[in-house]
């Protein structure tokens, strides 16, 4: 699968102190029991066990997004399990596992962690930007749309807020509401200039409307900001082509295929444009 996490935002609660820091709680208790002051001491140790728990907690959330970056759900769900067994109120784990219930289309699952996290914190943004690409998963789009609404609301951060929209836009096509999808890619782009995947996408809706121009230029954005971008200059030269512009197109196909050698599509495009040429000279010589 792509990487979900260039799409996904993943958050990390801190919770916890560092090893030291629990040590020297635990060094300071002892002194204050030693001293025969023991509740203060029993406080204080209490104070400890809750910090050294919540340090532990994180440690297996922490483990749980790595094993998520290597696609393996299964271990991820098992540490933000021990996660949630320690800190039942750890609103993190709970949306991450929620993401990684999502990632193995167990959705009702998905969305009874992200429902909890929302209990739990209802201006959590991070759940609700999570339940909207579950519900996008399983196709409810309108509910999805609701939740990258209030997801927005919910965040003052420039960068959180285009990746909202980019994938509020993704909805939005999906649902063959293509204005408001270029909506939303327009204002992810306003907000970050450089979103390569929102000028591939909204590219895209305009090579579905015919409107060459304004796709050429996405695409021509695209392969500026990642100039390894295969497809890119693929679906760029297949404009080209339409334009008449074949030396154009064939440009494009070969660095496609330079990029991606196995690009079977640009292999047959090129060998397309290059016979093109010779079609109205075999025509001739054929009806003479």
Avoid: W
Wanted: glycine share 4%; net charge negative.
């Amino acid at each position: 699968m792509t990487r979900t996490k260039t799409l996904l935002l993943v958050f990390i609660l801190s919770l916890g102190l560092s090893g030291n820091a629990v040590a020297d709680c635990n060094d300071d208790a002892n002194e204050v029991r030693l001293s025969n002051r023991l509740d203060e001491a029993i406080l204080l140790l209490d104070q400890c066990l809750t910090e050294e728990l919540s340090r532990v907690a994180r440690t297996y959330l922490l483990l749980g997004l790595a094993h998520y970056e290597q696609s393996d759900q299964k271990k991820a769900i098992a540490n933000y399990d021990k996660a949630l067994e320690i800190a039942a109120a750890y609103v993190t784990a709970y949306a991450n596992r929620g993401l990684s219930h999502t990632m193995n289309g167990d959705y009702d699952l998905a969305l009874d962690d992200f429902d909890k996290a929302i209990e739990l914190d209802p201006e959590y943004m991070q759940a609700y930007y999570f339940r909207a690409f579950a519900h996008n998963r399983e196709g409810k789009f309108e509910r999805a749309i609701d939740d990258f609404n209030v997801a927005l609301t919910l965040t003052q951060d420039e960068g959180e807020s285009a990746t909202i929209y980019y994938n509020r836009g993704r909805t939005f096509k999906e649902m063959q509401r293509d204005n408001q999808a270029i909506a939303d890619y327009n204002q992810a782009l306003t907000i970050k200039p450089d979103y390569v995947a929102a000028y591939f996408s909204r590219g895209l809706l305009h090579h579905e409307a015919k409107d060459r121009d304004s796709a050429i230029a996405d695409y021509s954005r695209v392969i500026e900001l990642d100039p390894e971008h295969a497809q890119a200059y693929y679906n760029r030269g297949l404009l080209h082509r339409k334009a008449g512009t074949d030396y154009l197109a064939v440009q494009d196909f070969d660095r496609a295929i330079e990029i991606n050698p196995g690009y079977a599509r640009a292999y047959a495009n090129r060998g397309y444009t290059f016979s093109i040429p010779i079609l109205p000279l075999l025509l001739i010589l054929a009806l003479g």
